[in-house]
């Protein structure tokens, strides 16, 4: 309206200034003709500005429905709005509410709770007539005891676990081993050394650029080792018969002075010969000491060869001879079947002979052999049990394992000096005594300190303790002492009943 009220004064000015205008400049105009001039001026104007005035109307009402559709759209939302919060709320309040009555309900159901409990607590006093210190007491015993239960069975599960993947890892830790360690000891038993007396025989040995070296080395499958010493030179071999015939053959070409392709061959034969014969001997003096007549020429030969080979230092004739003697000993003391132990301690370790071509255990190769021959069955289980991998099945077969166990415990048999051996022993059995405390009342070490043996006392001790125990003294004694292979713990409980008959 106010923009209406502009226009009509604008109006009314362009009117008045028109009209002075033409009063001015055109004098000779009539008046009636400038009204009528103005008037349609007007009228133009005055339509003009009626159509503005009808277009701004309309635009202004469409901005005020336009508005009005917004305030209402927007007071609807904050009343919907309103709602929910007023909903919420109540929803909020209603929990609050709910929340104290439980509150208070466990707050109630608490109390209660303890109430019943120093009841009980006072009715379980009474009843089983212990204080409250003495039923924890108990109690921390009982969960001990559990605990050591538990203990145990975790350990055989660990050992189970353990045995499962020790093979693999067994390999895995020997090829590392072997490669990575010096092996001093191959050179003792693997090379023989021929003394010189002359230092100029070793340039006769090796001949015009090294040929009576490879000629000698063909021809006995050995290594000569000619820079170790001065005076020396060595053979070495991993085979024992092959290392013989050789250090032979030497020998008798240094004494004779011709060393030459052709002068070596025959030696290497005639060595063969005479060791052949040797072994034959050895084979023909074993089944004397054996007291085993006509025994099979094949086995003669096998056997025979045990001069040739070694266990763990120890010459394998030797061990046989005296395995032969102490079993032939505890069976005639004993009653037992003497022919039979003889032949057994005879045979017992024949397997180590073909340890290096056939991969398994000496004692079933010894026991293979045996069958090979046609040999009775007792005689053949006392072999193969001589180590106890094989059940044995007559007090024969027990015989043959101790004499076997004996000769191989016998201090300096094997390597291991009288003071060093009672070391180790003494050492092992202080662990298992300082393990087992007072719990304890015998400790043995036995086949050569191997085995230790512990015997507890069993009203102290329980079976899950004794499997604990057993594993505790087995780390110690890993953990400080130092000892040949492996050694095994074996915890004993038993309860022995007594009584006299009057």
Known sequence: METVLYLFLGLVLGIALVLGYLKLNNASISRKEMLEEAEKEAEKTIQKAKEEA???????????????????EQENMLLEREKAINKRSKMLDEKSSNLEKEQEFIKRVKKQLEDSRVKLK??????????????????????????????????????????????????????????SIETDYVSETTTSVIELEDEAVKGRIIGKDGRN???????????????EAPNSIGVSSFDPLRREIAKVALNKLIKDGRIHPGSIEEEVNKAKKEIAQEIKKNGMALAEEADWGGLDPGLIKLIGKMKYRSSYGQSLMDHTIEVIRIGSVIANNIGADTELVKKACLLHDVGKLLTHKIDKPHYDISGQIARKYELPENLVNAIEAHHLDVEPQSVEAMIVHIADAISGARPGARRDSYESYIKRVEGIENVAKEVGNDKIEEVYAIHAGREIRVIVKPDQVSDEEATVMSKDIADKIKETQTYPGTIQVTVIRENRAVDVAN
């Open 213 to 227: 070296i490879r000629s000698f080395e063909k021809a006995t499958g050995v290594d000569i080792i000619v820079d």
């Open 54 to 72: 009808a277009n701004i109307k309309e635009e202004s009402e469409k901005l005020s429905k336009k508005v009005r559709k917004e305030s209402a």
């Open 122 to 179: 006072k009715e379980l006093e009474k009843i089983s007539n212990l204080t409250r210190e003495e039923a924890k007491e108990k109690l921390m015993k009982e969960v001990e005891e559990d605990l050591v239960d538990h203990k145990a069975k975790k350990i055989r599960e660990t050992e189970k676990e353990i045995k499962d993947i020790a093979q693999e890892k067994a390999k895995e830790i020997l090829v590392d081993t072997m490669q």
